[in-house]
């Protein structure tokens, strides 16, 4: 079945630098990708559309110039939380469909998510 | 806006019960319905799409039911195991193709 493969699953890193995410589909190729932030015991929250090849979409409230996002291939997308500080803590996760088949008619893959903390 | 609510948030059965999760979403105008399982700190598993169409959808144990015009699904999971337990998620896909979560049911099967 199709896979969407998250790198790092965990990363700790010192408040005031940048962290970089990656998601990759890995037998599919998708044109949007979507990133995801998840409290503890909270429903995902959608923070952006990745779009390849254009800038992202940001959802209400998501600092578009914190939350840097790349789609720079049809099986690429990245987040790069720059400047990081605690707050920014939390689990983020990358989603995509295999887009060949219909957006509607496919179900949504995750990525193994990613814990960031912040120290 | 769509809201999803999953009822119960939480819930501890036996070994060998059936479990029965209950997600419910407040605009109807959906073009389908995920479940998904997610172990501590892991993604999300896919585990059921049922399409807005259709009004069931199974795979092994699992069986997904999907009734739009009330704004419902049910996933049983027959014959519950321990490596049943987990954070079973249910998203609709509704609007400009987002994805609308609820906060899920926690599960935890006592052998």
Known sequence: ?119 | KQEVTQIPAALSVPEGENLVLNCSFTDSAIYNLQWFRQDPGKGLTSLLLIQSSQREQTSGRLNASLDKSSGRSTLYIAASQPGDSATYLCAVLYGNNRLAFGKGNQVVVIP
């Open chain 1, 1 to 119: 079945g199709a896979v969407v493969s998250q790198h790092p699953s965990w990363v700790i890193c010192k408040s005031g630098t940048s962290v970089k995410i990656e998601c990759r589909s890995l037998d599919f190729q998708a044109t949007t990708m979507f990133w995801y932030r998840q409290f503890p015991k909270q429903s995902l929250m959608l923070m952006a559309t990745s779009n390849e090849g254009s800038k992202a979409t940001y959802e209400q409230g998501v600092e578009k110039d914190k939350f840097l996002i790349n789609h720079a291939s049809l099986t690429l997308s990245t987040l790069t939380v720059t400047s990081a500080h605690p707050e920014d803590s939390s689990f983020y996760i990358c989603s995509a469909r295999d887009e060949g088949r219909g957006i509607r008619n496919t179900e949504a893959f995750f990525g193994q998510g990613t814990r960031l903390t912040v120290v």
